[in-house]
Nanobody
Framework: QMQLVESGGGLVQAGGSLRLSCAAS????????MAWFRQGAVKEREFVAA????????IYADSVKGRFTISRDNAKKTVTLQMNSLKAEDTAVYYC??????????????????WGQGTTVTVSS
């Protein structure tokens, strides 16, 4: 069973950047599709980005496309989310997720098997 631990959250001004990391343990990392989700204070959890097993393709929510980049290092068992041009509406708790799922299910949180505890990102305007 996979365990996930996120890090890298914090307070940043609008227009700034943050880099989130997720460290995995307890399972064969390369066999899991990985993703980031987020949940704002008064919002439901929403999909942010996902990445294929090999790391060659990222899939993004429209709201972050062009600003966020997801990547993974299968040797180090890590997945990262580089967030640039941050906006106040990006403020949320960000969660790392792992699962065995079809590509068509990337955006569906209930298809993921393991979740981290979350890391908080606050963007001040």
């Amino acid at each position: 069973q996979m365990q996930l631990v996120e890090s890298g959250g914090g307070l940043v001004q609008a227009g700034g950047s943050l880099r989130l990391s997720c460290a995995a343990s307890g399972a064969t990392f390369s066999s899991y599709r990985m993703a980031w989700f987020r949940q704002g204070a008064v919002k439901e959890r929403e999909f942010v980005a996902a990445i294929t097993y090999s790391g060659d393709t990222g899939i993004y929510a429209d709201s972050v496309k062009g600003r966020f980049t997801i990547s993974r290092d299968n040797a180090k068992k890590t997945v990262t989310l580089q967030m640039n041009s941050l906006k106040a509406e990006d403020t949320a708790v960000y969660y790392c997720a792992a699962g065995w799922l079809y590509e068509s299910d990337y955006r569906r949180g209930n298809k993921y098997l393991a979740w981290g505890q979350g890391t908080t990102v606050t963007v001040s305007s």
